[in-house]
């Protein structure tokens, strides 16, 4: 049973900083990959950053230069620090891990329960 429980969301204004936690716990064995996605109303869901188990870190063009994933591995835990927020950032955000229980187990995406970003112009 793995569970990812999501925080940091709000309201904030434009220009304005966030930053998202994630955090995993149960039965982690390890990680591939740790990754955050939006989706706003209207919208797909969108990959915006991801940090593999290397440590390589990729963010969407959207975001790239104002939002900047980071990782705790001690903690099981992934950060999604946002600067110069704008009105298009708001939506609702999920962690997203890539993780089995075991060595011997298969590979399994786990969400999270999404938190609330408004960015107010």
């Known amino acids: 049973q793995v569970r990812l429980v999501e925080s940091g969301g709000g309201l904030v204004q434009a220009g304005g900083s966030l930053r998202l936690s994630c955090a995993a716990s149960g039965s982690i064995f390890s990680i591939n990959s740790m990754n955050w996605y939006r989706q706003a109303p209207g919208k797909e869901r969108e990959l915006v950053a991801t940090i593999t188990s290397d440590g390589i870190t990729n963010h969407a063009d959207s975001v790239k230069g104002r939002f900047t994933i980071s990782r705790d591995n001690a903690k099981n835990t992934v950060y999604l620090q946002m600067n110069s927020l704008k009105p298009e950032d708001t939506a609702v955000y999920y962690c997203?891990?890539?993780?089995?229980?075991?060595?011997?187990?298969?590979?399994?995406?786990?969400w999270g329960q999404g938190t609330q970003v408004t960015v107010s112009s």
């Open positions: 997203k891990f890539r993780a089995r229980s075991t060595a011997w187990g298969t590979w399994n995406g786990y």
